[in-house]
C-alpha cells in the first residue's frame, strides 16, 4: 500500500474517531475498551505494512482492525482476571492448615492422579500438564506439539474427562469445608 494510502486511512480513523468509538463501543460495551483500541488502530496504521492498495471499504477496514485488538484486549483482560481469581482462590486454601489425616488423603489422592495421568497418552499428558500445571498458554502449547488450537482444546477435555471419571469421589483439592 503506498505510503498516500496509509495517510489517507489515518487521516479517516481522525475524522471519523467519534463514529468508531461509539459504534465500537457498543459493540464491545465498553467505551475504554473502545478507545484502547482505536488507539491500537492508529498505531498500527502508523506503522505501515503490506496489504493491497484498493480496498473496497477503508471504513470497515479500519473498524475490522479496531474490534480486533478490541477482542484481543478483552480476551487477554479475561485470562488476567481469571488468573487472579484463582490466585486468590489458592491464597486462601494455603492459609488453612491441613491435619495430618488430610495430608495423608491428599498424597494418596494424587498418588493416583499421578497414575491416571501416566496411563494417559504422552501427548494428551503433556498438553494438560503444560495447560494446567506449567500455566502454558493453549497457543503456545499447540506451536509446541504442532498441532491446532482446537486439537489442544479437545486433548485438554479428554483428559479432564478422563480424570473426572477416575478419580469420581476421591478428593483431590477439596474447596468446601
Not at 479500519?62 to 484481543?72: C, D, E, G, M, V
Not at 499428558?125 to 482446537?150: D, K, M, P, Q
Amino acid at each position: 500500500m503506498s505510503e498516500s494510502t496509509w495517510s489517507a486511512l489515518k487521516r479517516l480513523l481522525v475524522e471519523e474517531y467519534d463514529a468508531f468509538r461509539k459504534q465500537l463501543s457498543r459493540q464491545v460495551q465498553s467505551e475504554e475498551l473502545a478507545s484502547d483500541a482505536l488507539q491500537d488502530t492508529f498505531v498500527r496504521l502508523a506503522r505501515g505494512g503490506q496489504i493491497s492498495d484498493e480496498l473496497e471499504s477503508p471504513r470497515g477496514y479500519l473498524y475490522q482492525i479496531a474490534l480486533n485488538f478490541a477482542r484481543t484486549r478483552s480476551r487477554t483482560e479475561q485470562r488476567r482476571l481469571d488468573k487472579t481469581d484463582a490466585e486468590a482462590l489458592f491464597d486462601a486454601i494455603a492459609d488453612e492448615q491441613p491435619g495430618p489425616e488430610e495430608v495423608v488423603a491428599w498424597q494418596l489422592n494424587l498418588g493416583l492422579l499421578e497414575r491416571v495421568l501416566a496411563e494417559m497418552p504422552r501427548r494428551r499428558r503433556e498438553v494438560f500438564i503444560a495447560a494446567w500445571i506449567e500455566g502454558v498458554l493453549h497457543r503456545e502449547i499447540a506451536a509446541r506439539h504442532n498441532l491446532s488450537l482446537r486439537m489442544v482444546q479437545l486433548e485438554l477435555k479428554q483428559a479432564l474427562e478422563e480424570i473426572t471419571e477416575r478419580l469420581a469421589g476421591a478428593k483431590i483439592f477439596d474447596f468446601v469445608k
